[in-house]
């Protein structure tokens, strides 16, 4: 069995959002805090992608944001030649 994780971080940006109420934009703080380990589950769904686990549609079906799941597969496939996704 796969597991899907979003993972959000306490750096000091996401402190900052949460005391001014601002949780609207954690989202964006997760979508580009990679590097300090931080990854949404559309990311997570894209993973299972191209490690063949599910296909496209499924992770489409279940994504927050199916058109940022798609983009994230293309990126994959404009760096590394392919995609590696199953549909």
């Known amino acids: 069995m796969s597991w899907l994780y979003e993972v959000l971080v306490a750096i000091p940006a996401v402190r900052n959002l949460i005391r001014e109420a601002k949780m609207y934009q954690i989202g964006s703080i997760i979508q580009t805090g990679h590097r300090h380990g931080m990854q949404s589950l559309d990311q997570a769904m894209a993973d299972l992608v191209r ?28 760096e590394n030649g392919s995609n590696g996704a199953h549909s």
């Open 51 to 78: 490690a063949g686990v599910i296909t496209v549609e499924e992770a489409a079906s279940k994504a927050s944001n199916a058109d940022e799941l798609r983009a994230l597969l293309s990126f994959n496939a404009d």
